[in-house]
């Protein structure tokens, strides 16, 4: 049994509120417990093995294809099925708490998988949401690899906000164990760069109240 990790500290929580508002993201290394960290890199290095995860795609719905030119990981959902993935959502939801209290950004609901990209593998320049679609608010990349240098390749790009095709980024975030990165869904533009070798995330994403005929469903 994983106990609920605590919320984090305030001046890390002041830290990523800053930088949300101020730049649009947030890079913030070893802010999972260890001990989530363990458990998580376990399940997911299980689920690999056992061939638990699928190709990841682009689009949703109708508009939804695997494209290996744009995006080459694979992927299987959260679902709470495990200690570790209780644990992780508990974590989250301190998060979601916290952001809507400092940020007043009415996040509601949150969805994530874990992702494992292969030796080679990589994410083509994207946002996680199309401005004015309100499906995801607030990103969420969690790291879950044990070690991990420069040279083993797989760094997260961010570029600013209404940064062009041709601009440079301004961030590479080596993707260490522990580290997470938020960032605006809707704005922040970001790729991954090509893996030397096996990296493990979460991926995750907060969105507002869903709506049935204009009226907000209740908090249950």
């Known amino acids: 049994m994983i106990a609920p990790p605590p919320l984090p500290g305030d001046n890390r929580i002041g830290c990523v509120v800053d930088d949300l508002a101020d730049k649009g993201w947030s890079w ?8 989530l960290l363990r458990a998580l890199r376990e399940e997911i290095e299980t689920l690999d093995a056992e061939a638990a995860l699928a190709p990841a795609g682009i689009g949703r719905d109708d508009a939804f294809q695997v494209d290996r030119s744009i995006r080459k990981t694979r992927i299987t959902w959260l679902d709470d099925s495990s200690d570790a993935q209780r644990a992780f959502s508990a974590w989250a939801e301190t998060w979601r708490q916290a952001l809507n209290r400092h940020l007043m950004l009415g996040l509601f609901e949150f969805e994530a998988c874990f992702a494992v990209y292969p030796e080679g593998g990589f994410y083509d320049r994207h946002l996680d949401s199309f401005e004015g679609a309100r499906n995801r608010i607030v990103s969420l990349v969690v ?15 961010v570029w600013p ?25 809707e ?3 970001h790729a991954v760069q090509r893996t030397e070798r096996l990296r493990y995330a979460i991926a995750g994403w907060w969105r507002v109240n869903p709506a049935t005929d204009g009226i907000p469903i209740p908090i249950s």
């Open 187 to 189: 704005t922040i533009p």
């Open 28 to 35: 913030q290394p070893g802010l999972l417990p260890d001990t």
């Open 161 to 185: 906000e209404g940064a062009s095709e041709d601009a440079p980024y301004v961030a590479t975030l080596v993707p260490e164990g522990g580290g997470v990165v938020m960032m605006l869904s």
């Open 143 to 157: 790291y879950l690899n044990d070690t991990w240098d420069a040279a083993d390749g797989g760094a997260l790009l």
